[in-house]
């Protein structure tokens, strides 16, 4: 699960939008060092961009059940997705792996186990993030050049093995963190993100978890409403590329 500590939480709405401006600069406060990575583009949080592209990406799967059901609604409204695929769960289902990349969506790292990295020694970490990259290499025949922390775990010595590993770092904007996997109705999960979407967002949702086929029913509701606003959804690399020079 993509849970925050409650502690960090509170600390991360100490954030604040610009009034007035379309990207807001904001401050998650999960780290110290949080906005320095974020504004050097080593944590990426959005991107920025005047036109209506997000991207949508999918934790803690693939999950079958569930997965499946969201390729299919991608597939339905024609949009593009990254999923941040545990290691173990894409060893047992490596079907929805291959179905996510003849789909034209993204895979990226998240992790092997999912375990706590605040607990892990750096080879431990190393560990886990490079089996899963060789995992998903085998299955898709891609190396992911992205990787998501396992419940948004941040420390210097991790941005220093990201760099090594040559994985980009793949955080999430907070504005529409639904928080899908605590057990919210599909209905809620899609107003959330509907009232809260802005351009070059990054919407975190969990395609893993016991709140998945809620999920999967919001990405179909969401992406109807959006579609509709004129959004058009991108994997998390292809926004990455709309990035507008300053
Ligand atoms: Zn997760």
Same mark, same amino acid.
């Given at each position: 699960m993509g849970k925050w500590k409650k502690t960090a939480a509170g600390f991360m709405f100490s954030g604040f939008l610009f009034v007035g401006m379309f990207i807001g600069f904001y401050n998650y406060?999960?780290?110290?060092?949080m906005d320095y990575w974020v504004k050097n583009k080593i944590?990426?949080?959005?991107v920025n961009t005047s036109e209506k592209v997000a991207a949508l990406t999918l934790d803690d799967g693939p999950d079958p059940g569930v997965t499946d059901k969201i390729l299919k609604y991608l597939k339905k409204h024609n949009a593009r997705a990254t999923f941040f695929v545990m290691g173990n769960k894409a060893e047992a289902h490596p079907q929805l792996l291959q179905q996510m990349v003849e789909g034209g969506h993204e895979v990226g790292n998240h992790?092997? #186990?999912? *375990?706590?990295?605040?607990?892990? &020694?750096t080879d431990a970490i190393r560990h886990e993030i490079r089996q899963t990259n060789n995992i998903i290499h085998k299955i898709t025949g891609q190396k992911p050049i992205l990787f998501r922390p396992p419940g948004g775990y941040l420390s210097y010595e991790l941005v220093k093995i990201c760099d090594q590993e040559k994985v980009k770092i793949a955080y999430w904007s907070w504005?529409?963190? &639904? *928080?899908?996997? *605590? /057990? #919210?109705s599909s209905r809620s999960i899609t107003d959330h993100i509907v009232k809260h979407i802005a351009p070059g967002q990054i919407i975190i949702l969990h395609? /893993? /978890? #016991?709140?998945g086929l809620a999920t999967a029913q919001a990405v179909d509701l969401l992406l109807t409403d959006l579609t509709k606003q004129g959004y058009r959804f991108v994997t998390m690399s292809e926004l990455m590329k709309l990035e507008k020079k300053e």
């Open positions: 406060a999960l780290h110290e060092n944590v990426i949080t959005r992790s092997y #186990s999912h *375990k706590a990295f605040n607990n892990m &020694s504005e529409t963190d &639904s *928080k899908d996997w *605590k /057990g #919210s395609d /893993g /978890g #016991s709140n």
